[in-house]
């Protein structure tokens, strides 16, 4: 049999259901979902609880798809509080079973699940008889309830994969739990202009505006208000900087994306800080920007945009907290900025063009190769499945 995301290349050796708690696109989870059901030596099947976006992507690609209502499993939301999960307690079972039915029927190896929700409905199905389960961590355990909650998630998981060693809440790693950061597919990576890497960059001018972006999901986590906040003070030091901020605010974040216009009006930038919705495939993501800002003051566990934007030749500057610290070595590779003042550092670095900057971006380059390869990924996650299914 051959896999039909891979484009029908490679033995398949894991026969492999992939569940997903939400029918749509929420963010790099999704995408990275995708990524996992396109490695060659597995014959995916996705599960997701209600038809939409993802479920048509994946049967555009050739993927089967079958769903499972998680009735209200699916309203459960961090932090886990005991009443929402009571309320649960019967679909929960319920969803586990219909699981078990699903994987049954199609003959799966393994299930692998992809969110905290999907987690619990995999770990009771494995409890109940079911399938082997891998479940797929992305999130980092903020609350003490929530490291409660991750190791218990472990100890119920044949395997779980960390996106990044700041996912788990611990010293060290139990013996069923391994990081394996996820890939970006060459193929994927629009190229570069011809010549030297800092080609990539804009030619400016004296006095021409930097043009940094953040991109990606809208949402406090983000720390979109702390790179307002260290443009007002690059513009005060005199550096000319411009941000535009491409993704979107889901309907719970307007309010934020609305305080978000009111700092950069408060702060005189409003000429300065343009928002300007979701764009499509790294190419548009990317254009025109000199550098990208990764300004996550709430550890991030592993941002797409980092490993992205260094794949595309772009300099990177990332806030040094949660898993971006495993992605940027501090001026060999990007930059760490943890306040105003090392942003601004960073950012005249960017400016000069100098030879650091096409050095910086070579090592990003390999960085992205031997770090964040998708061949490397799918490797990781196979020698995951052979040790579960002790092949």
Request: charged fraction near 20%.
């Given at each position: 049999?051959?896999?039909p995301?891979?484009g029908?290349s490679?033995?398949?050796?894991?026969r492999?259901?992939?569940?997903?708690?939400?029918s749509?696109?929420?963010?790099?989870?999704?995408r990275s979902?995708?990524d996992?059901?396109?490695?060659?030596?597995?014959?995916?099947l996705?599960v997701v609880?209600?038809?939409?976006?993802?479920?048509e992507?994946?049967?555009?690609?050739?993927?089967?798809?079958e769903?499972?209502?998680?009735?209200?499993?699916?309203?459960?939301?961090?932090?886990?509080?005991?009443?929402?999960?009571?309320?649960?307690?019967?679909d929960w079972?319920g969803a586990?079973?219909?699981?078990?039915?699903?994987t049954k029927?199609?003959g799966?190896?393994?299930?692998h699940?992809?969110?905290?929700?999907?987690h619990?409905?995999?770990g009771?199905?494995?409890?109940?008889?079911?399938e082997a389960?891998?479940f797929h961590v992305r999130?980092?355990?903020?609350?003490?309830?929530?490291r409660?909650?991750?190791k218990?998630?472990?100890?119920?998981s044949?395997?779980t994969?960390l996106?990044?060693r700041?996912c788990?809440?611990g010293?060290?790693?139990p013996?069923?739990v391994?990081?394996?950061?996820?890939?970006?597919?060459?193929?994927?990576?629009?190229?570069?202009?011809?010549?030297?890497?800092?080609?990539?960059i804009?030619?400016?001018?004296?006095?021409t505006?930097?043009?940094?972006g953040i991109?990606?999901?809208i949402?406090?986590f983000k720390?979109?208000?702390?790179a307002?906040?260290?443009?007002?003070a690059?513009?005060?030091?005199?550096?000319?900087?411009?941000?535009?901020?491409?993704?979107?605010?889901?309907?719970?974040?307007?309010?934020?994306?609305?305080s978000l216009?009111?700092?950069?009006?408060?702060l005189?930038?409003?000429?300065?800080v343009?928002?300007?919705?979701?764009?499509?495939?790294l190419?548009?993501i990317?254009?025109?920007?000199?550098?990208v800002?990764?300004?996550?003051?709430?550890?991030?566990?592993?941002?797409?945009?980092?490993?992205e934007?260094?794949?595309m030749?772009?300099?990177v500057?990332?806030y040094?907290?949660?898993?971006?610290?495993?992605?940027?070595d501090?001026?060999?590779?990007g930059?760490?900025?943890?306040?105003?003042e090392?942003?601004c550092?960073?950012?005249?670095?960017?400016?000069?063009l100098g030879?650091m900057?096409?050095?910086l971006?070579?090592?990003a380059?390999?960085t992205?190769?031997?770090?964040?390869g998708?061949?490397?990924?799918?490797?990781?996650?196979?020698?995951?499945?052979?040790?579960?299914?002790?092949?």
């Amino acid at each position: 049999m051959l896999n039909p995301a891979s484009g029908g290349s490679g033995p398949v050796n894991y026969r492999v259901a992939f569940l997903s708690p939400v029918s749509f696109f929420k963010g790099g989870a999704e995408r990275s979902l995708f990524d996992l059901m396109a490695n060659p030596n597995v014959d995916p099947l996705l599960v997701v609880p209600a038809e939409g976006p993802v479920s048509e992507q994946a049967a555009s690609r050739g993927i089967p798809v079958e769903v499972v209502d998680f009735g209200q499993v699916a309203a459960i939301r961090r932090p886990v509080r005991p009443s929402s999960v009571g309320s649960a307690f019967g679909d929960w079972f319920g969803a586990a079973r219909k699981l078990m039915a699903v994987t049954k029927r199609h003959g799966a190896d393994i299930v692998h699940s992809n969110g905290l929700k999907a987690h619990c409905i995999a770990g009771l199905a494995r409890k109940l008889g079911g399938e082997a389960c891998v479940f797929h961590v992305r999130d980092i355990a903020v609350r003490g309830s929530e490291r409660l909650i991750w190791k218990g998630l472990a100890r119920s998981s044949d395997h779980t994969v960390l996106v990044s060693r700041a996912c788990w809440p611990g010293e060290a790693l139990p013996g069923n739990v391994s990081v394996v950061f996820n890939g970006v597919k060459r193929s994927d990576v629009p190229q570069l202009p011809s010549g030297s890497l800092s080609e990539s960059i804009r030619p400016r001018g004296a006095g021409t505006s930097l043009v940094v972006g953040i991109c990606g999901r809208i949402h406090p986590f983000k720390g979109h208000h702390v790179a307002i906040d260290w443009l007002g003070a690059a513009h005060r030091r005199g550096l000319p900087i411009t941000l535009l901020v491409r993704g979107e605010a889901e309907e719970e974040d307007r309010p934020y994306l609305d305080s978000l216009k009111r700092q950069a009006d408060a702060l005189g930038l409003k000429d300065f800080v343009r928002f300007e919705g979701r764009f499509e495939g790294l190419a548009a993501i990317y254009n025109g920007l000199d550098a990208v800002l990764v300004p996550s003051e709430t550890p991030d566990p592993l941002p797409r945009s980092v490993m992205e934007a260094m794949s595309m030749g772009l300099p990177v500057v990332g806030y040094p907290a949660g898993g971006i610290v495993e992605m940027i070595d501090h001026r060999e590779n990007g930059w760490l900025a943890g306040d105003a003042e090392a942003f601004c550092a960073a950012m005249e670095e960017i400016s000069s063009l100098g030879p650091m900057l096409v050095e910086l971006q070579k090592s990003a380059a390999r960085t992205v190769a031997e770090r964040f390869g998708m061949e490397r990924m799918h490797r990781q996650v196979n020698d995951v499945y052979s040790a579960v299914l002790g092949r």
